[in-house]
Antibody
Framework: EVQLVESGGGLVQPGGSLRLSCAAS????????MRWVRQAPGKGLEWVSS????????YYADSVKGRFTISRDNSKNMVFLQMSSLSAEDTAVYYC?????????????WGQGTLVTVSS | EIVLTQSPGTLSLSPGERATLSCRAS???????LAWYQQKPGQAPRLLIY???NRATGIPDRFTGSGSGTDFTLTISRLEPEDFAVYYC??????????FGPGTKVDIK
């Protein structure tokens, strides 16, 4: 069974940094694209970032480019999201998700999410 | 940049009724990259449909995705109590990025 467990969320001051982690199990981790998606309170879903299975390719939404860095450790089945220069607009539940095998780029498994609150 | 519009914003129906949800793109979208997700309060989203018309693993056959180009539809043939939720469509385009629609809430009439 695929499991994705996020951690690292919490309260951070504007301008601060935070590192989110996602522990994966139940699948061949290094074979799959991993992604982060966020959801501000009461709002819709927003894709944040993607990383290829090898970690060689990374992609970011314009709203986080230059401030967030996605990475992975395939030896530990972990994916990370380093967030810096945080603002209130980054307050959201952050979900880790696994890409489906094949060309469709769907997100077929999701973690339970970790809440990031940016506030003074 | 492709914008997805979902309608209606809210759909009020009774169990057993048919639900028809629309997702319209501002320009043509590859069907390969069109997906639908269901989200219930306090839960993570769940993949329902990928490639516009393929049901994800474990998704009941009352869920059907269709469409092409700029117009896509998610149909729930007979609403079950567990189907009342928010539904999002999503597309993938270039530069590599994903866009979600604003969602359609299906609630109990």
């Amino acid at each position: 069974e695929v499991q994705l467990v996020e951690s690292g969320g919490g309260l951070v001051q504007p301008g601060g940094s935070l590192r989110l982690s996602c522990a994966a199990s139940g699948f061949t981790f290094g074979s799959y694209v991993m992604r982060w998606v966020r959801q501000a309170p009461g709002k819709g879903l927003e894709w944040v970032s993607s990383i290829s299975g090898s970690g060689d390719s990374t992609y970011y939404a314009d709203s986080v480019k230059g401030r967030f860095t996605i990475s992975r450790d395939n030896s530990k089945n972990m994916v990370f999201l380093q967030m810096s220069s945080l603002s209130a607009e980054d307050t959201a539940v952050y979900y880790c998700s696994k890409g489906i095998m094949g060309a469709t780029k769907a997100f077929d498994s999701w973690g339970q999410g970790t809440l990031v609150t940016v506030s003074s | 940049e492709i914008v997805l519009t979902q309608s209606p914003g809210t759909l009020s129906l009774s169990p057993g009724e048919r639900a028809t949800l629309s997702c319209r793109a501002s320009q043509s979208v590859s069907s390969t990259y069109l997906a639908w997700y269901q989200q219930k309060p306090g839960q993570a989203p769940r993949l329902l449909i990928y490639g516009a018309s393929n049901r994800a693993t474990g998704i009941p056959d009352r869920f059907t995705g269709s469409g092409s180009g700029t117009d896509f539809t998610l149909t729930i043939s007979r609403l079950e109590p567990e189907d009342f939720a928010v539904y999002y469509c999503k597309q993938y385009g270039t530069p590599p990025k994903f866009t979600f629609g604003p969602g359609t809430k299906v609630d109990i009439k």
